[in-house]
């Protein structure tokens, strides 16, 4: 797996507020040496998910003829880290955002050939959410959260952040009073090695989580 981040916009619109955010990343990561792509669902999925029995190949292969294969098979699975941005559409993800999701079973399902190979090559990676929505309340964003939270789960994928930019014309999210635009770039910036934890009972840790906090450790 390569320290490749794969930036995935999930709206129609070019120079809409997902847009802008997915910027944000992009030029954060790369102030900090990260190699970077950023890539608009339109431009790579036309279908949804169809059923599997009809339309694989002899070869069991999907034969659905869009850009969804190359942009799986050639910059999901090799990247390291992948952030979603995606606007709220009633209170959901994007069809377009949601549609990549479904279609990587094609490709993972035991019926295809290298479903094995696949499955190895999506776990383990670090995630990001960017959601751009009208709506300023925290609950608008919970539905997208918990399903980004597991599909890290299921991934063994670390869910390492969520940046919610509020604005409806295009752009005008760089007005947000919450600074959202700054902490997509601080997303991009940190999202190989910002500290991500998720305990279990039997987890071993230190007792601060900061280093620079050990003075208060034992309290
Ligand atoms: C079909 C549709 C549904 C929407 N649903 C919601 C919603 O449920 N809650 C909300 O806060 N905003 C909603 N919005 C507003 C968008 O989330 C908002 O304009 C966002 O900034 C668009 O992002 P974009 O510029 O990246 O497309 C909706 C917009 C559209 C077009």
Not at 29 to 36: I, L, R
Not at 111 to 125: E, F, I, Y
Request: with cysteine; aromatic share 10%.
């Amino acid at each position: 797996m390569s320290d490749k981040l794969l930036v995935l916009i999930g709206s129609p619109r070019r120079q809409g507020n997902s847009a802008t955010l997915a910027e944000a990343v992009r030029r954060g990561a790369e102030a900090a040496g990260t190699d970077v792509a950023l890539r608009f669902l339109d431009d790579h999925l036309t279908s949804f998910l169809r059923d599997c029995r009809t339309c694989r190949g002899p070869d069991g292969e999907c034969t659905i003829n869009d850009g969804y294969r190359a942009l799986f098979f050639q910059e999901f699975l090799p990247a390291r880290a992948v952030v979603f941005c995606s606007p709220i559409y009633w209170y959901g993800m994007s069809a377009q955002t949601k549609a990549f999701f479904d279609r990587c079973f094609c490709h993972y399902a035991a019926s295809s050939p290298d479903s094995q190979g696949v499955l190895r090559a999506m776990a383990g990676k670090r995630l990001g959410l960017v959601l751009a929505s009208e709506e300023t309340y925290p609950g608008a964003t919970l539905g997208i959260v918990h399903q980004m939270q597991e599909f890290s789960r299921y991934t063994h994928s670390d869910f390492v952040g969520v940046v919610h930019g509020v604005g409806n014309s295009r752009c005008e999210v760089r007005h947000d009073p919450a600074d959202c635009v700054g902490q997509a770039e601080r997303l991009g910036a940190e999202i190989l090695d910002r500290r991500y934890s998720d305990y279990r009972l039997d987890t071993k840790r230190a007792s601060v989580v900061w280093p620079g906090d050990a003075g208060h450790a034992g309290q």
